[in-house]
């Protein structure tokens, strides 16, 4: 008797197992829910004179990819030992430039070209004084890389950036869900310069106007006369190489690089450098003019340190025998400006600069 209650008490407790094991089997598994990222578009701001907008297909601009560009161009992680940031050559207060001969890299090494000025990026072709780059989205990375500018390599770059509690989120919530990489870091810098759009100087608000010298000065009106007449009328002959409107500078990649008569002999070949042709030693990039005033000092090597030092090279010391001087050079030798001319040239250039743009927020330090 008690061995059968025993047996009986065993199968009890099998069939309560089973049962259970049934409800269990009966359940439905929950729902896991999965992060959604829906990133916003960025509208760029138009008006009726500028240029039509260049977009990536592949890259979009943004709010939450501009945003990332942002914290990365002005963020010192993205040198070796944080202590350099993009920024650091390129400052809002000078046009995006440092204000400097040459730059400094980490460790304050010093470089050897200029810095060049950051504003209306989506519609450049060449990059760097060399032109060694034909994409904003391969410039960006480069100077990170470079050894004597900001020293660190991608990969270790993206380890900080997956560590950091502020921009793995960041990289998700621009890039639906994926987490920091070269690429991204490229695409998040390039949407944030193609919004840095400068076409608000004095000059451009002369469109639609006709009390001209209600928003310019005389001497302004005659420099902008003198800078787009050939030497034959009496003007300065500027207009060969910068206006390309409304840029005041070359756009295709076949006229942007020239030799403009700088040296006889060549410490730095530019170009030649990238293409390995002798035809191209001594060429660099021709730079736009907008915001000319605050982007000094002057040329590839920072050699002039005023409007007036660049004027005076034009006027008299252009070197015509320069190996692959451009033929607009030596037609231009011949130029010779008076001291008045000189000023009208400077002042019809500083309506050039863009105060909107040099003073808009948006572009700004946002650890600020």
Known sequence: MKAFNKWKYKLSIAAVLMLMLLVKSCRKDPVVQSETYTATPYILESKPWYPQFVFK???????EGVALGRMLFYDPIMSLDSSISCASCHRQVFGFTDNLSVSKGIRGQILTRNSMPLHNMMWNNRFFWDGRVTSLREQV???IQAHNEM???LYDLVLKLKASARYNPMFKKAFDGKEPS???IAKAIEQFLF???SFNSKLDQLHGRTDTLNVISASALRGLNLFMKPIESGGADCFH???NLPFFGKTSLEESMANNGLDLVFTDNGFGNVTG????????????LRNIELTGPYMHDGRFQTLDDVLDFYGANVKQTSPNIDPNMIHNIQVRLTQQQKDDIVEFLKTLTDDTFLNDKRFSDPFK
């Open 141 to 143: 990375l480069l100077p």
């Open 241 to 243: 190489c910068h206006s």
């Open 57 to 63: 297909q592949d890259n979009p601009l943004t709010v």
């Open 195 to 197: 919004t840095m759009v």
């Open 151 to 153: 020293d660190l390599n």
């Open 182 to 184: 070269p690429a991204l």
């Open 277 to 288: 042709s002798p035809s191209d030693i001594g060429k660099f990039k021709i730079p736009n």
